[in-house]
């Protein structure tokens, strides 16, 4: 797993990059800072594909992430990242696999965080991450981090129900929704407003429509 981001500089100044483009014209890749960076929108250069992209290292949020826990900075960060969303999905999950790994993520690549989102759960699921295609799950990491901080006794009472249907079909990737429904308690009709439930079991759907094998799982996500 990598904690510490690839910090290459600008092509054109000594500015840490944000953004590595492909240019398919000229077949080149090039690195640019926030200053330099082309603008992309809308289209205005077509021949220009994202191969990667990362927060500056001296952004406020990279900042936030790394003051003292219980720091109001970093209270009001964590409040607004991980519970109104603010940096969208992929934003509350760097900073749940930031606190489970002991370092910044908001820092990383995207593509450096996606595969170290990916390496974690394959251990904390036993192995099950691999039969699916989205990784970048809130409830998932969510669960994770509760797991990993306030153990599983505890876990039980502050785990929410959304959490618990994500374990569930984590640790049972076989079973139907009726029967996650049943164990968590809750029903089928709640099950079918649960975003991150429904992300994981599109991404299991998924892998069989193209004829990948979806392995059942011996889960390590125990909140019973």
């Not at 990667?52 to 790394?66: A, G, N, V």
């Not at 669960?143 to 901080?149: D, E, G, M, N, Y």
Request: charged letters at 25%.
């Amino acid at each position: 797993m990598k904690l510490v981001a690839d910090n290459p500089c600008c092509q054109l100044c000594d500015r840490p990059a944000i953004i590595e483009l492909r240019d398919s014209i000229q077949a080149l890749d090039a690195l640019h800072c926030q200053v330099h960076k082309p603008d992309l929108w809308p289209r205005k250069l077509p021949h220009l594909s994202i191969r990667r992209f990362r927060s500056d290292p001296d952004s406020i949020t990279c900042r936030l992430m790394e003051m003292p826990e219980d720091s109001p900075e970093h209270t009001s960060f964590r409040e607004e990242v991980c519970d109104l969303l603010i940096l969208g999905g992929e934003g509350a999950c760097r900073y749940y696999l930031s606190k489970l790994t002991n370092s910044n993520q908001f820092a990383l690549w995207n593509t450096e965080f996606e595969d170290n989102a990916y390496e974690y759960l394959l251990a904390a699921t036993n192995g099950a991450a691999k039969s699916f295609e989205v990784h970048c799950n809130v409830g998932l990491l969510r669960a994770v981090f509760k797991l990993a901080f306030e153990g599983s006794r505890q876990s039980r009472a502050a785990t929410t129900k959304q959490e618990r249907a994500v374990v569930l079909l984590v640790n049972h990737l076989t079973w139907s929704d009726d029967a996650i429904a049943e164990k968590v308690p809750t029903t089928v009709k709640q099950l079918k407003r649960n975003c991150d439930y429904n992300a994981l079991r599109a991404s299991i759907k998924t892998r069989r429509d193209i004829g990948l094998q979806t392995e059942p799982s011996i889960g390590r996500l125990d909140l019973r």
